[in-house]
T-cell receptor
Framework: GESVGLHLPTLSVQEGDNSIINCAYS??????FIWYKQESGKGPQFIID?????DKRQGQRVTVLLNKTVKHLSLQIAATQPGDSAVYFC????????????FGTGTSLTVIP | DVKVTQSSRYLVKRTGEKVFLECVQD?????MFWYRQDPGLGLRLIYF???????EKGDIPEGYSVSREKKERFSLILESASTNQTSMYLC???????????FGSGTRLTVV
């Protein structure tokens, strides 16, 4: 029979609007988080990180929010541009367990010109 | 900037072939990782290495092996390629714990 593959969550935004991408992480002991951007045909690229002693961190056009109470991470992109179209995923790690990260499945962002 | 280079962007291999995927990093990182990436499943860790000649199994090591003879090079080996190993393979490296990975551009492997 036909097999149906799993699909990424998708988000479509108009160029110039703000985007919010969410991630629920699994381990309450995780203390370091990263957002990655992966463009089609390329490897993931680091966007921004945050440690568990912070709840907000800002970069250039991007902001990461961390809510440890509900184990939730979000990435906000201001004034979204066509070049922001990509898959975004979060990664979590536990410092005392060495340098191993666990990755979310990702959200596909499409920016509509 | 750290550079992680994967030797092939696209590979097509036949079932049963032995396949080598090569990864080289140029910043003297101790830690290197191999992931496979499949739609809807995210990145799954195959093997990793924290030092030369050292290797640890990740979450899905079956059907794979690795080699790390030199610090800068981490090879993934598919002993006998099967169609269910068709995937995007990503290599990554990092320095100290508490820092993120730098990824290579990936190798898209198709096994026919």
């Amino acid at each position: 029979g036909e097999s149906v593959g799993l699909h990424l969550p998708t988000l479509s935004v108009q160029e110039g609007d703000n985007s919010i991408i969410n991630c629920a992480y699994s381990n309450s002991a995780s203390d370091y988080f990263i957002w990655y951007k992966q463009e089609s045909g390329k490897g993931p690229q680091f966007i921004i990180d945050i440690r568990s002693n912070m709840d907000k961190r800002q970069g250039q056009r991007v902001t990461v929010l961390l809510n440890k109470t509900v184990k939730h991470l979000s990435l906000q992109i201001a004034a979204t541009q066509p070049g922001d179209s990509a898959v975004y995923f979060c990664a979590e790690s536990i410092h005392q367990k060495g340098n191993q990260f666990y990755f979310g499945t990702g959200t596909s962002l499409t920016v509509i010109p | 900037d750290v550079k992680v280079t994967q030797s092939s962007r696209y590979l097509v291999k036949r079932t049963g072939e032995k396949v080598f995927l090569e990864c080289v990093q140029d910043m003297d990182h101790e830690n290197m990782f191999w992931y496979r990436q499949d739609p809807g499943l995210g990145l799954r860790l195959i093997y990793f290495s924290y030092d030369v000649k050292m290797k640890e199994k990740g979450d899905i090591p079956e059907g794979y092996s690795v080699s790390r003879e030199k610090k800068e090079r981490f090879s993934l080996i598919l002993e006998s390629a099967s169609t269910n190993q068709t995937s995007m393979y990503l290599c990554a490296s990092s320095s100290d714990p508490g820092y993120g990975y730098t990824f290579g551009s990936g190798t898209r492997l198709t096994v026919v």
